[in-house]
């Protein structure tokens, strides 16, 4: 199995500019998650879904958005990106009750906003 | 409010001996515990899990210690290796959602040959 896999591992973005940040799992996980980590931080979940067609906000949601059309798919999309969301975006998925149970990793996407 | 702490930013140790990392919780409703392992350019790998009901959960070479009464927790590696360096994450879950997991700063490993 692939588990968690993140696309693509690098990208530079001007600001205003958007994209969207790919995420895959293989698991069969009904638990997908979204989190951002800054120099020096912690992990800070932007964004969350209990299964395909359910998402909900994470501590940090502003400037992002989520779609879970499928179980396997969690794509994140910046709109209008700002140097403010340079950061290392990792995506993540459990088998249930995620703050309760082991979370899988993507390898992350490292994003600069210049 | 909630937060998760780390006594030490960076720890380094020679190979073979034992190490303790620890962290620091100001909730005292948390009631669920992680450890993580972060390798340079990956992700979060989960080591180490333990619930507040317990004190003390062993696993492979690892073990993690939970202290209530001063909302302590702390992960010991046994005969460290060079494949340990890393940077170790704790985090909790205070209970108040079932989706929300607060990570520390983490502590970066570094382990001497």
């Known amino acids: 199995n692939a588990g968690v896999t993140q696309t693509p591992k690098f990208r530079i973005l001007k600001i205003g500019q958007s994209m969207t940040l790919q995420c895959t799992q293989d698991?069969?996980?009904?638990?997908m998650y979204w989190y951002r980590q800054d120099p020096g931080m912690g992990l800070k979940l932007i964004y969350y879904?209990?299964?395909?067609?359910?998402?909900d906000k994470g501590e940090v949601p502003n400037g992002y958005n989520v779609s879970r059309s499928t179980t396997e798919d969690f794509p994140l999309r910046l709109e209008l990106a700002a140097p403010s969301q340079t950061s290392v975006y990792f995506c993540?998925?459990?088998?249930?009750?995620?703050?309760?149970?082991?979370?899988?990793f993507g390898s992350g996407t490292q994003l600069s906003v210049l | 409010g909630e937060s998760v702490g780390l006594h030490l930013p960076t720890l380094s140790v020679q190979e073979g001996d034992n190490s303790i990392i620890n962290c620091a919780y100001s909730?005292?409703?948390?009631?669920?515990f992680i450890w993580y392992k972060q390798e340079s350019g990956k992700g979060p790998q989960f080591i180490i899990d333990?619930?507040?009901?317990?004190d003390k959960r062993q696993g492979q070479r690892v073990t993690v210690l939970l202290n209530k009464t001063v909302k302590h927790l702390s992960l010991q590696i046994a005969a460290t290796q060079p494949g340990d360096s890393a940077v170790y994450f704790c985090?909790?879950?205070?209970?108040?959602?079932?989706?929300?997991?607060?990570f520390g700063k983490g502590t970066l490993l570094t382990v001497n040959p």
């Open positions: 993540a998925s459990s088998r249930a009750q995620g703050a309760k149970e082991k979370l899988f």
């Open positions: 698991m069969n996980h009904n638990y």
């Open positions: 879904s209990v299964g395909a067609g359910i998402t």
């Open positions: 909730n005292s409703a948390s009631d669920y």
């Open positions: 333990i619930r507040s009901n317990m």
């Open positions: 985090a909790e879950n205070s209970g108040g959602s079932n989706y929300k997991l607060t």
